[in-house]
């Protein structure tokens, strides 16, 4: 069963047998268009795919540039395009208000946009008792903080992460042993010997972007839908036409 609720004892239980995968797994922007009905910018879009794609991206770009806001419709996608209990998101940030008050509050908004099943609290997501995503802020880690995350699927977010300390990082890069994990660690590295920083050497293994270095910042909405959709249509388009051919 994905995130989006039905009551219908029948759709639940097919699904629970054989989940149909999600027409978003490949095109978290489109989700963000089609099920949030808003509108990624440019740069957005390119570090959602880029997020969907690789295991480690570092994004560096200034403030204003929608990096919350494009680290909450991750999330919400990533929980909405998995059946519950094989996804978790942990989102982390350098203090306890950007956790709650920005990052958390996007979530918020993406999800009752979206009409996302499940319970969202300040800093956790539940579907009953089985917690899908948290927020956690540095002054909460423990050497335990993410015992007991299992999932199969993994997203991790480092929100303005050059104030993010060390033991998080090293927190958050030992969950990453998932075949299927992700982090995406995004913000301004203005301390040269942050971690955040690290990520930009050439040799970091880390796939890195910047919105200095990306195309227009934004795209006009009606842009964004008609190319996606254009993509997923050619898309179509080629196999059915190879399922012809063969
Ligand atoms: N694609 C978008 N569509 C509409 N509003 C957006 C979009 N991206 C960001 N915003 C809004 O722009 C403002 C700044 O975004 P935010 O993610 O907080 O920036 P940053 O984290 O880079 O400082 C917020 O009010 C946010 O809701
Ligand atoms: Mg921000």
Redesign the pocket.
């Known amino acids: 069963m994905f995130a989006t609720s039905t009551t219908d004892p029948w759709l639940i239980a097919a699904e629970a047998l054989a989940p149909t995968p999600s027409p978003y797994i490949d095109d978290p922007a489109l989700w963000?268009v089609e099920r949030v009905r808003?509108?990624?910018?440019s740069i957005?879009a390119e570090v959602m795919e880029a997020v969907r794609r690789e295991r480690y991206v570092a994004v560096k770009?200034?403030?204003?540039?929608?990096?919350?806001?494009?680290?909450?419709?991750l999330v919400c996608w990533w929980i909405d395009i998995h059946p519950v209990g094989s996804a978790f998101a942990v989102t982390t940030a350098p203090s306890g208000d950007q956790v709650k008050v920005?990052l958390w509050r996007?979530i918020g908004?993406a999800h009752e946009r979206a009409g996302l099943g499940g319970k969202l609290n300040e800093r956790d997501w539940k579907f009953g008792r089985r917690t899908v995503a948290i927020g956690r802020k540095p002054n909460d880690y423990s050497p335990t903080i993410f015992q007991g995350i299992h999932e199969q699927h993994l997203l991790i977010i480092l929100?303005?992460a050059c104030g993010i300390p060390q033991s998080l990082w090293d927190a958050a890069r030992s969950l990453m042993t998932n075949a299927d994990a992700h982090m995406l660690a995004?913000g301004n590295p203005d301390d040269p010997g942050s971690e955040f920083a690290r990520c930009f050497r050439p040799d970091s293994g880390w796939l890195r972007l910047s919105s200095e270095t990306s195309g227009p910042l934004?795209y006009l909405p009606q842009e964004v839908t008609r190319s996606r959709r254009l993509r997923t249509s050619s898309r179509g388009a080629r196999s059915s036409e190879a399922a012809r051919r063969s």
């Open positions: 963000v808003e509108h990624p910018w957005q770009s200034c403030h204003g540039v929608g990096k919350s806001w494009l680290a909450s419709r920005i996007e908004v929100d303005e995004i934004r």
